[in-house]
């Protein structure tokens, strides 16, 4: 925990390699999901379930028509930009767990605008909203990074830390000033009509926020690898030392990750305002910020991985709704998957480490 | 003097004293197995995750056996066994330690809540044992101020309290925790001396699991005698900092999570008095507190020089 912490060699720093190493990542990663999906077999058959029909109800859940696609896609929504988030954080060598305080805050600043200003043409409604949501959380994710950077606290507590206090604020503003006008629930009025985004696939929930993230995802993608900004910034993330030393302003490019990071946690957060419950609610995320770490980790932290691995884990969350209530086993199930699937991505030595034993001895 | 003595043995103020002990003793336990990794050279984020498994075992065992110090035996077991698998991750492959604590944290999460549901079953009563029970030790739970904080406790507390000492030999005085030092210095000479960085960090690591295990199921077996999911709610990641409060060192340790519990057990009396202040802000109490401290302390505290470093022993040629 001191100035120079242990996120310097930190992150999965992406192995600077030939030519076949995304392949064999990309592998390695599809072998760490199969191998999640059997150990969630396994406890399944213990449940006293068929794993068959268990993963069959999740797979009809996640992809069995047409809504449940749209679901899935709209659950993807914020888990991509929390992925993101977390994503440019390791891509800058530092660990944003906060992405959760961000979120919220996000979606408070999302609905508060939405409130105040409901007169205003869409055209200009929908883009303050989502922009103040996304200064909301980058504004929320500068403070972990100016303590770093001033005061050498390290990020990892602080994002944490700051995630309880921006929940228990957020309850607050929603018990108090931003309370709804009937003042039962922890929740604000519902945003009027003008605030929706449109449909993309009709009678569906799926909306066109769906677009913008899979434009934000390209744009993250062309940002990252081919802007002087993302080569300094990875620099900065493989070694700290090196970028200081050749002139780059370490600082500054810290401090933008965190905002990136920041902007794209809130983002997510007006997602799911706008999107999915139309108002500011006390529980907004169940951990988007926190599933967007494995997100992050499955998709090797690149962009265009990290919209894979979230789509994955949005079906895996939907499915597992349906396969609660066909077949009695609890959705719960889908954290264990999602963390076992980080536990093989990221113990992938282990094969290496048999295959040596195995050669000396 | 009368009306000082009235104050101190006033039960609302005893009570406070009583929760600053319950509620400082988890960190203080948590802490003192950071301390251990640390002091190797690891940075044990998985805190978290080996307290909330061993509340969770601890009560499930507690629940079902029917008795509260077998429940307690087990949560430090599962805690220590946690530790194993984390050392496996960080040790032995060398895994970046952050990124696999975190993953084990939320595996945890995961895990400890679908067990409880295939023990209890998906209703939403939540079941209870009969915590441990206070047993104040005669005379001295008379004394105003130390009695409450120390003598009118439960026996784990009494245990808890013991540990501190006893770690404080265990890394001050005796050739293991100079080996630890030592690892966690300048892993490559503790290898010159014939020291396992590698065997060293593993059992730092697990003892670490087995404290913080033995943390969690005080929280659901002496404190409230009850589990409910995620009920740490970053009382592992509070221990990191407590630790860095503390330098490192167990009275240090002790010192800082009783002044955490201070901070804690006054803002649940200042809820129950409504002062106020909205709840929430007493809530938030202990999270900003905890930054504050990394604030005033980062940097301020010298870090073992080889914490966060994976070690890879030389090829011998």
């Known amino acids: 925990m001191s100035a120079e912490p242990v996120s310097t060699p930190a992150a999965p720093a992406r192995p600077t390699g030939r030519f076949g190493d995304a392949g064999r990542r990309v592998a390695a990663s599809i072998i760490a999901v199969l191998l999640a999906l059997a150990c969630g077999a396994i406890l399944i058959a213990l449940w006293g379930v068929n794993p068959v029909s268990a993963y069959g109800a999740l797979l009809n859940g996640a992809f069995g028509n047409l809504n449940s696609i749209a679901e899935t896609l709209l659950r993807a929504i914020p888990l991509t930009c929390t992925g993101l988030a977390v994503a440019f954080a390791f891509r800058a060598g530092t660990f944003n767990i906060g992405a959760e305080g961000q979120l919220m805050f996000g979606g408070a600043a999302a609905a508060a605008v939405g409130l105040a200003l409901p007169h205003l043409p869409p055209l200009l409604l929908i883009p303050s909203m989502m922009g103040s949501a996304m200064i909301a959380g980058a504004l929320w994710s500068l403070l972990p990074g100016v303590l770093k950077l001033r005061f050498g606290a390290n990020e990892l507590i602080t994002t944490i830390m700051l995630n309880y206090v921006a929940i228990h604020f957020i309850?607050?503003?929603?018990?108090?000033?931003?309370?709804?006008?009937?003042?039962?629930?922890?929740?604000?009025?519902?945003?009027?009509?003008?605030?929706?985004?449109?449909?993309?696939?009709?009678?569906?929930?799926?909306?066109?926020?769906?677009?913008?993230?899979?434009?934000?995802?390209?744009?993250?993608?062309?940002?990252?690898?081919?802007?002087?900004?993302?080569?300094?910034?990875?620099?900065?993330?493989l070694n700290a030392r090196v970028a200081l030393n050749s002139g780059m302003a370490v600082t500054a490019l810290t401090v933008s990750a965190f905002l990136v990071s920041g902007a794209l946690a809130g983002l997510a957060g007006y997602m799911e305002v706008v999107g999915v419950q139309r108002r500011m609610i006390e529980g907004l995320s169940p951990g988007f910020g926190y599933t967007g770490i494995i997100v992050a980790l499955l998709g090797g932290t690149s962009p265009l991985g990290v919209l894979a691995a979230a789509i994955l884990f949005a079906a895996l969350q939907v499915g597992a709704t349906t396969m609660e209530t066909a077949e009695g086993v609890p959705s719960t199930l889908a954290t264990i998957i999602q963390g076992l699937v980080v536990l093989f991505v990221i113990g992938r030595g282990t094969i290496d480490l048999a295959l040596r034993r195995r050669g000396s001895a | 003097m009368d009306t000082i003595l009235a104050f101190l043995t006033d039960p609302v103020f005893v009570g406070f004293l009583q929760a600053t002990t319950r509620l400082a003793i988890p960190i203080l336990l948590a802490a003192l197995g950071g301390m251990f990794a640390e002091r190797s050279g690891v940075l044990n984020i998985g805190l978290e995750g080996m307290m909330l498994t061993g509340a969770f075992v601890g009560f499930v065992t507690a629940f079902l056996t029917g008795n509260i110090w077998f429940g307690v035996l087990m949560g430090t077991l599962a805690g220590g066994g946690l530790g194993l698998m984390l050392a496996f991750y960080t040790v032995t492959?060398?895994?970046?330690?952050?990124?696999?604590?975190?993953?084990?944290?939320?595996?945890?999460?995961?895990?400890?809540?679908?067990?409880?549901?295939?023990?209890?079953?998906?209703?939403?009563?939540?079941?209870?044992?009969?915590?441990?029970?206070?047993?104040?030790?005669?005379?001295?739970?008379?004394?105003?101020?130390?009695?409450?904080?120390?003598?009118?406790?439960?026996?784990?507390?009494?245990?808890?309290?013991?540990?501190?000492p006893l770690t404080w030999v265990i890394i001050a005085r005796m050739s293991a925790g100079t080996a630890i030092v030592a690892v966690g210095e300048h892993p490559q000479a503790a290898e010159t001396l014939g020291i396992s960085v590698a065997r060293t960090r593993i059992f730092c690591l697990i003892g670490s699991g087995l404290l913080a295990g033995l943390g969690g199921a005080f929280l659901s077996l002496s404190a409230t005698g009850l589990f409910l999911d995620n009920m740490t709610a970053g009382r592992g990641y509070i221990a990191l900092a407590i630790l860095l409060l503390g330098r490192r060192h167990p009275w240090g340790i002790l010192l800082a999570a009783a002044l955490f519990g201070g901070a804690d057990a006054l803002q649940l009396r200042g809820q129950g008095l409504g002062i106020g202040v909205p709840y929430q802000f007493l809530v938030m109490l202990p999270y900003v507190l905890t930054i504050l401290v990394l604030i005033g302390f980062a940097g301020k505290v010298r870090d073992p020089a080889a914490l966060g470093q994976p070690f890879r022993r030389a090829k011998a040629e």
Do not use: C
Not at chain 1, 196 to 203: A, D, K, M, N, S
Not at chain 1, 210 to 233: D, E, M
Not at chain 2, 119 to 142: C, H, K, N, Q, Y
């Open chain 1, 171 to 237: 309850s607050f503003l929603l018990y108090g000033p931003m309370q709804e006008s009937a003042g039962y629930l922890a929740q604000t009025d519902r945003l009027d009509r003008a605030t929706t985004l449109p449909q993309l696939i009709e009678r569906t929930r799926l909306h066109i926020g769906f677009l913008i993230v899979l434009g934000v995802v390209a744009l993250s993608h062309f940002a990252l690898w081919h802007t002087s900004w993302g080569y300094k910034l990875r620099v900065v993330g």
């Open chain 2, 93 to 164: 492959l060398g895994t970046n330690q952050v990124v696999a604590g975190i993953a084990f944290n939320l595996l945890v999460v995961g895990a400890t809540s679908f067990g409880y549901r295939a023990v209890f079953g998906m209703g939403t009563a939540a079941p209870r044992v009969t915590s441990l029970e206070t047993l104040p030790i005669p005379i001295l739970a008379d004394v105003p101020v130390l009695g409450p904080l120390l003598f009118q406790q439960t026996a784990l507390v009494y245990l808890a309290l013991l540990l501190v």
